[in-house]
């Protein structure tokens, strides 16, 4: 059975370490913690999903990236899952005016990430 495609863009360890093993059995997934490393494997690759948080460290933030992914032809039916820290509602409306499929705040419920991602993955 093939696994969904997961791109997951985080630039904290902890929340790294911790989807590291979340997702191992569910998803094929990739981890980058920066623009660099985004743009590195996202042009060169096809996800089926990208889980993308707000804040980065380095270069272009959640927001910018998103924005990115929507605004290219080859990209723009990729759902994006915003998972972030940021919870005010202008964040929010930032994301989703960015062209992300879906929005929700850390911590998030296990079970509510999973069914969100389910929900956006693609079909057998």
């Known amino acids: 059975m093939n696994k969904p495609k997961l791109l997951v863009v985080e630039d904290d360890i902890e929340t790294l370490s911790f989807m590291k093993i979340f997702f191992r059995n569910d ?4 981890f980058v913690n ?26 272009k933030d959640g927001i910018e990236l998103t924005r990115e992914i929507k ?16 919870a ?8 989703l005016e960015a062209g992300a499929d879906y929005f929700l705040t850390k911590p998030v419920d296990n079970a509510i990430l999973k069914k969100i991602l389910t929900q956006f993955s693609p079909k057998p």
């Open 27 to 30: 998803y094929e997934a990739t």
């Open 88 to 95: 005010f509602l202008q964040d929010r409306a930032n994301a």
């Open 34 to 59: 920066s623009e660099s490393t985004f743009h590195e494997v996202f042009v060169p690759n096809k996800y089926d999903i990208v889980l993308m948080d707000i804040a980065l460290q380095e270069g």
């Open 71 to 86: 605004s290219n032809p080859n990209t723009s039916k990729t759902p994006v899952i915003c998972l972030t820290a940021h």
